[in-house]
């Protein structure tokens, strides 16, 4: 099918909960996606953070065949070595002990609040249920990560939402020690705001939020599903602070472009996780574990953390000069690694378009933030290809 064929069914389908980018995508290489009509674009947004080591990866492509001719999926009722080395892969990249896999960010998401719940009460005996947020966070569109989630928009219609659920105004830590009582069981967090528009955590609220949880007998846990598996320079974005969260989710870049999500915690928080207390049953089968696995080697093996870090850097120079040289269109720059946003000082859908056209797929987030997540094995060429087109594109807009 050509485009408008792909868009005619896709109209008449599916549901219509997504604004489609006008754009059918029917093949992809490294950092290219193609139309089925053989335009090529540059992909900066990587499936939203996702495929980090870029499309149709032959180290990937290659495990993927090899692992569907032994074994893809059993279920969680069998021992499966692909899963056992994956998590020994995965917890070697941070301080935590203990790992649930299941299929996705919010499942993730929802794993760590029902663990934080379970803990307080089984582990602790302790009557502690609530989880406080922050404003403009985004934590995943079930029930309870959408309430968890504090931006009101993507709440409208699905009321009543979940009890147990705070969330206080972004960076204020007076608010946070004020909202937390003997009824806390958890603070849930991001390192860097995503669907917020790139908007990171203040470090003296950082480390002020991870001491004061400290100090309540709160747990941290720090949602990396968009921040990790070496989007930010290190491998988890808490480690640039120096942080140790009781709990870490992850998902989104975890297994190349499949379906994969983890919940993290340490060995005492563990204890909120006995036989039959959660389960999935498709979360960390065999296939996926064994690309996930993949995916941290060639992270490690290649070192794709600093090549982000460097690349943020180079990239941070080319749009610092088109904010100085665009004051009236620019509002601010925010880069870390190779999770960068751009914020303009109006709606920037006609920058956004105007990118696409020039065959540059990004993201437009919060209205007026030019959002790039691109895959960690982007050139420094083609990001100052990029940086050229948005200083063509502000310039005759």
């Not at 933030?369 to 990029?386: G, K, M, Y």
Request: net charge negative; charged share 25%.
């Amino acid at each position: 099918m050509n485009s408008e064929e792909i868009q005619k069914c896709d109209a008449a389908a599916l549901c219509r909960t997504y604004a489609r980018y006008p754009l059918a995508v029917n093949r992809g290489q490294g950092t290219r996606l193609f139309s089925p009509e053989g335009k090529v674009y540059t992909d900066l947004l990587a499936g939203i953070a996702v495929c980090n080591l870029g499309h149709s990866h032959p180290e990937l492509v290659e495990v993927i065949c090899a692992q569907a001719k032994k074994l893809i999926h059993v279920s969680n009722l069998f021992y499966q070595e692909e899963q056992v080395e994956l998590a020994k892969k995965l917890l070697g990249t941070c301080h935590l002990d203990r790992v649930f896999f299941c299929n996705s960010g919010a499942e993730a998401n929802e794993g760590a609040i029902k663990l934080a719940r379970r803990y307080m009460r089984e582990g602790r005996g302790q009557e502690r249920y609530e989880i406080i947020t922050v404003t403009g966070s985004f934590h995943g569109r079930t029930l309870a990560t959408l309430t968890a989630t504090g931006q009101d928009k993507i709440k409208t219609g699905f009321g009543p939402l979940p009890e147990g659920f705070v969330t206080v105004p972004f960076g204020d830590l007076d608010a946070m020690k004020a909202a937390m009582n003997d009824r806390t069981a958890a603070v849930l967090i991001e390192m860097i705001q995503g669907e917020g528009g790139v908007k990171p955590l203040p470090e003296d609220y950082a480390r002020g939020l991870a001491a004061l949880c400290a100090e309540r007998g709160v747990l941290l846990m720090i949602d990396e599903i968009q921040t990790g598996v070496g989007r930010t320079g290190k491998f988890w974005a808490h480690q640039h602070l120096g942080l140790r969260p009781d709990v870490v989710t992850v998902a989104k870049g975890l297994a190349g472009g499949l379906p994969m999500g983890a919940v993290m915690c340490t060995e005492e928080v563990s204890k909120g996780f006995p036989p039959g207390s959660h389960g999935t049953t498709f979360g960390g089968n065999a296939l996926i574990s064994a690309v996930a696995k993949k995916v941290i080697e060639i992270i490690e093996r290649d070192d794709l953390c600093g090549r982000a870090a460097r690349l943020g850097e180079h990239l941070r120079g080319r749009l610092a000069a088109l904010r100085e040289k665009f004051p009236e269109r620019i509002a601010d720059v925010r880069v870390h690694g190779l999770m960068v946003g751009i914020e303009l000082t109006s709606p920037g859908a006609d920058v956004w378009k105007a990118l696409l056209e020039k065959g540059f797929v990004l993201n437009l987030t919060q209205d007026t933030v030019l959002r790039l997540l691109p895959p960690l094995v982007i050139t420094e060429e083609e990001l100052d290809a990029f940086a050229a087109a948005l200083e063509a594109v502000l310039a005759t807009a």
